[in-house]
């Protein structure tokens, strides 16, 4: 079993290392996987379709601009990610229903919860590399998870460990 403490030592000049900005709030407290990217701002049609559409194992990071204003996931689209097996969302943003999304076993960062809900006009882009808390999130590069904190790697790191 793999920690990002470990991973970081093994491997500390070519991971990068997230700041510490997100609290989780699902079930799983350690995950990781393939990087797909959404960036919006209070919309989250696009997280939605991303959910739909990425690769099993996938970890969907989704920049939100650090947004307060609104929620990009709430407890229906982590079920959508649940249920393809996805392995977590890390949002830049918000997330609301805390109470069911600590029921689902799946891994979800955010920044804070709101209850406002987002618009649903479809604005923003999907994979994409995207810049925040420190680390330059590029699709296909891969991310590790657990209570200590986040790393992204160019490679997968874990095995071996």
Same mark, same amino acid.
């Given at each position: ?33 393939? /990087? &797909? =990217?959404v ?14 559409? $990425? @690769?099993? +194992? ?8 650090g ?21 977590g ?14 029921k ?5 960062l955010? /920044? &804070? =919860?709101?209850?406002k ?12 590399? $995207? @810049?925040? +808390? ?5 699709p296909?590069?891969?991310?590790y ?17």
């Open positions: 079993m793999w920690r990002t403490t470990d991973l970081y030592d093994a491997n500390e000049m070519e991971v990068q290392v997230c700041k510490p900005l997100f609290q989780s709030y699902g079930k799983k407290k350690q995950f990781h996987g393939k /990087i &797909a =990217t960036k919006v701002k209070d919309d989250n049609v696009l997280v939605k379709r991303a959910l739909e559409m $990425v @690769s099993e +194992g996938t970890v969907l990071v989704v920049d939100g601009e947004s307060t204003n609104c929620a990009l996931l709430g407890d229906n689209l982590a079920n959508i990610a649940r249920q393809r097996n996805l392995s969302i890390i949002i830049y943003g918000c997330v609301r229903d805390c109470v069911e999304l600590q689902i076993e799946l891994g979800i955010a /920044i &804070a =919860t709101m209850p809900r987002s618009v649903k006009k479809g604005n923003g882009e999907t994979n994409i590399p $995207v @810049s925040f +808390g420190g680390v330059s999130w590029i296909g590069n891969y991310v998870v657990d209570e200590d904190g986040v790393i992204v790697s160019e490679k997968e790191i874990h095995h071996g460990l």
